[in-house]
């Protein structure tokens, strides 16, 4: 016992204390801790706080914190936490708040506590205010920021008490400590589960938002303003803005919330001084999360939280920010491109370009080398940009890869790739080149999860876009197309994938976009040794008329006894995205016909023809559109012109009377020839 007392009074040197951890090992703490009879005279948890002194002299060394000894004892912690504590108990709990401490600092510590119950231990000190309960909050940051989802997981209603507890405070305390809790907060909201499927966590959400506006509508200094913009960043990653409420009181909130966002990062990075910005990177982060909510509430027309009037102001401040983003950027240095701020300020800058597209024009065209050039060197790489905690914006999820400045830029490139000077700069930069490479890197993506593809991710978001992209350069400059060897293993893939991809359910809308670029480049590569009849180019034109042929069908017509046409039940659902991409389809089908000896061959095999015309038979002609019509007329007079076969099963299924029917004059002429 004479050791217990030496050690409290901390005169044991590290040497020391592996002197007395050699001598009496666990096994004497072990027994002090189980006895339950103290000595005559003394208070009934005599043997227990000396057994906790001895593992709290031990623990301070970090091999034996991790020691299997100390980690079993973890319930026992726990335990002591949580009973009423007596003013004679104190040194206990400092002792089992030291052994906590160092349990955590080591490899194994954090996942022990988390599973062994400590979590839940610390909550109620914390909530009940105990002895030490200071020290139970910075264990639990520590725990969050090792194992937020575990955590979580295991200890939902713990949590969320705490949480109920720290909004409480923050939203009665008129001190400094309202922007303490500030730091405090973000720590304390999960990305998931979301904090609006459950009443208390709607309550802590919407005391976070008055305290906040109490803050942001007062006049701040700017380390008082900071923590706040960041709590703010933090709740819009979780909830997006549904923590807002809708109404006169939280639309102005939403506006001055994105208002200072925007008026930071122009004061930030409008200032030339680099160590200026270094240090405020953070907050610019968060700001930029702000930044993006705004746009998206801009642009929101079911149940908006801001009225026209406060959009119009809202995207002219924006606007003013993202000059400064385009001036900060043009001013990065070849050795600063690993930066992860980098990284979010051309994410942000994507999201405005994406939505935005007449503004700041001139601006982005000076820019779209360095983007350019940014995105190929991330590309390349795989940079360590990627491997730092990059701040997720609200809209993001799935396989992304984290160096994927691409994803974002994406949107940006297909809107701009349909106007002249923007075009051209993409082209000279190398843009296509590397756009090629990176849809065949995203379709190995997509294709590599086991079993069938996955469901809609960023990964089948960004095919998508980049066809849009490719659409846009076959329209505007087939020449490129022609003369860019990477488009030739382009239109080799778009073969191979469509084929696979048109049969799996959900992922029509990407079958929609290979089939009609795959057709489109096909005109133009006509010649090219992979489209000569090979097997892979039959598989995919024999896809694509699958594609084409099944998207119509016939229903009963409400205003008639008869039958309508009427979009097929399987497109039904993705028609709105597939719409325009089916009669581009069919135009570049009907194109391909004069190129391809083989394809009306494929044609009949397909028994299109036969289809359609049972379906042009039977529906009432008023419910097909004039538009529809033109499609398959276009079709139709090109493999009659192409194809005797063709031409004689058409006539043979009345194909004389139903054009002349539907006012197919181009068609009644072609059948008419002999």
């Not at 801009?298 to 801001?306: D, M, N, Q, T």
């Not at 469509?498 to 799996?504: E, K, M, Y």
Request: aromatic share 6%.
């Amino acid at each position: 016992l004479q050791v217990t007392k030496a050690v409290r009074a901390g005169e044991v040197d590290a040497k020391t204390r592996r002197q007395i951890f050699d001598a009496i090992g666990f096994t004497f703490p072990n027994r002090l801790l189980t006895s339950r009879q103290p000595p005559a005279g003394c208070p009934e948890h005599t043997f227990r706080a000396l057994g906790l002194t001895l593992l709290a002299c031990f623990c301070t060394d970090p091999e034996l914190a991790g020691h299997s000894q100390i980690l079993n004892k973890i319930p026992t912690f726990n335990d002591i936490l949580v009973s009423s504590c007596n003013p004679d108990s104190t040194s206990m709990i400092d002792d089992v708040y030291q052994c906590l401490s160092a349990v955590m600092a080591t490899s194994r510590g954090p996942r022990e506590l988390v599973t062994k119950g400590t979590v839940s231990a610390l909550c109620q000190a914390y909530v009940d205010c105990s002895y030490g309960s200071d020290r139970a909050l910075t264990l639990l940051l520590g725990l969050l920021a090792i194992a937020e989802a575990k955590c979580w997981q295991r200890d939902a209603p713990h949590l969320l008490a705490v949480l109920s507890k720290l909004t409480n405070d923050f939203l009665k305390t008129e001190d400094m400590t309202k922007f303490e809790l500030c730091e405090v907060l973000p720590h304390f909201i999960p990305l998931s589960p979301p904090l609006t499927q459950d009443s208390q966590g709607c309550e802590c959400l919407h005391r976070l938002y008055k305290g906040l506006a109490n803050i942001l509508g007062s006049k701040l200094s700017q380390s008082q303003r900071d923590p706040a913009l960041k709590l703010a960043a933090c709740l819009v990653q979780a909830c997006g803005s549904e923590w807002i409420p809708a109404g006169n009181a939280g639309s102005k909130f939403l506006a001055l919330l994105v208002n200072l966002a925007c008026v930071e990062v122009r004061l930030t990075l409008e200032e030339p001084d680099p160590l200026e910005v270094e240090g405020k990177k953070e907050v610019v982060t968060a700001c930029y999360v702000l930044i993006e909510m705004g746009i998206q509430e801009c642009l929101r027309e079911e149940k908006p939280l801001l009225e026209e009037v406060q959009k119009m102001q809202l995207v002219r401040i924006m606007e003013e920010a993202f000059g400064a983003v385009i001036f900060y950027l043009r001013q990065v240095k070849q050795e600063e491109l690993q930066d992860p701020f980098i990284f979010a300020s051309v994410r942000i800058l994507g999201a405005w370009m994406a939505e935005e597209t007449s503004s700041l024009k001139q601006e982005i065209c000076e820019l779209l080398p360095f983007l350019v050039h940014y995105a190929k060197k991330l590309f390349k790489e795989g940079s360590p940009a990627a491997s730092l905690p990059q701040p997720e914006l609200v809209s993001t999820e799935g396989s992304g890869l984290p160096q994927d400045a691409l994803r974002f830029l994406l949107p940006g490139f297909c809107h701009l790739t349909a106007e002249d000077r923007p075009r051209d700069i993409l082209i000279s930069e190398g843009a296509p080149a590397l756009l090629c490479e990176y849809f065949l890197h995203q379709w190995e993506v997509l294709t590599s999860e086991p079993g069938s593809l996955t469901p809609l991710t960023s990964t089948e978001m960004s095919l998508q876009t980049a066809c849009g992209i490719f659409l846009n350069l076959v329209v505007t400059a087939p020449d490129l197309i022609r003369r860019d060897k990477t488009f030739s293993s382009l239109m080799d893939m778009l073969l191979k994938s469509l084929p696979l991809l048109l049969p799996q359910k959900d992922h029509l809308v990407l079958a929609a976009n290979i089939a009609t670029l795959g057709l489109m480049m096909a005109r133009i590569l006509a010649s090219s040794a992979v489209l000569q009849g090979t097997q892979s180019a039959q598989e995919f034109f024999g896809a694509a008329i699958r594609f084409l042929s099944q998207a119509h069908t016939t229903q009963a017509d409400p205003g008639s006894d008869g039958l309508a046409v009427a979009v097929s039940p399987a497109y039904a659902s993705a028609w709105a995205d597939v719409r325009e991409l089916w009669f581009l389809g069919m135009q570049a089908l009907a194109g391909c016909v004069p190129l391809f000896p083989w394809l009306p061959q494929a044609v009949l095999q397909a028994r299109w023809l036969e289809g359609l015309s049972e379906l042009l038979a039977r529906v009432a002609p008023a419910s097909v559109d004039f538009e529809l019509i033109a499609a398959f007329q276009g079709v139709l007079v090109e493999l009659a012109r192409a194809s005797k076969l063709c031409r004689d099963v058409i006539l043979s299924h009345h194909g004389g009377e139903w054009a002349n029917l539907y006012g197919m004059a181009a068609l009644e002429q072609c059948l008419s020839e002999q």
